[in-house]
């Protein structure tokens, strides 16, 4: 079950929308490098994660809430990402593990997750194949992240 959000986490949530002109987002990850499009696209999809999170997990809200923060997330998220689907991006931050170590983070709150990222991505119309890959890439991490079962 989802904890309930913060005022502020909601408030957040209730202003955050897609970036004024993109509409559909499209990028593969099948072993082709992401075109500076396609970075941006995966940036849009960052930008709207940890906000809509933030407004239904308790995890998101300290980050949301801080510009510093959020910036800093959104920038390895997007980093990951792009690595992680074939992209000349770099990602420098914590391995996962170290990340989320002691937040007590369970199966619920990354399928949690999971689904705030299917609704991101649903929100500019990725392509069910592209959230698959996207999915596949990334899902392998629960079990770094995960502590409580």
Known sequence: MRARASPAARTLKASCGPPVGVK???????????????????????ALLPLTAAAQNHFFAATASNPARLASFKMKLVDQICEASGG??????????????????????????????VGALDKFKVGAAEK??????????????????
Request: charged residues 20%; positive net charge.
């Open 88 to 117: 000349p991006c770099k990602y420098t931050g914590k391995d996962m593990k170290t990340a989320h170590q002691g937040m007590g983070i369970s199966t619920g709150d990354f399928n949690a997750l999971v689904e705030d990222l």
């Open 132 to 149: 698959n890959q996207l999915l596949g890439v990334l899902g392998p991490m629960q079990g770094q992240i995960v502590e409580k079962r």
């Open 24 to 46: 559909n987002i499209t990028f593969d990850i099948q072993g082709r490098r992401p075109s500076k499009i396609q970075i941006l696209a995966i940036a849009a999809v960052v």
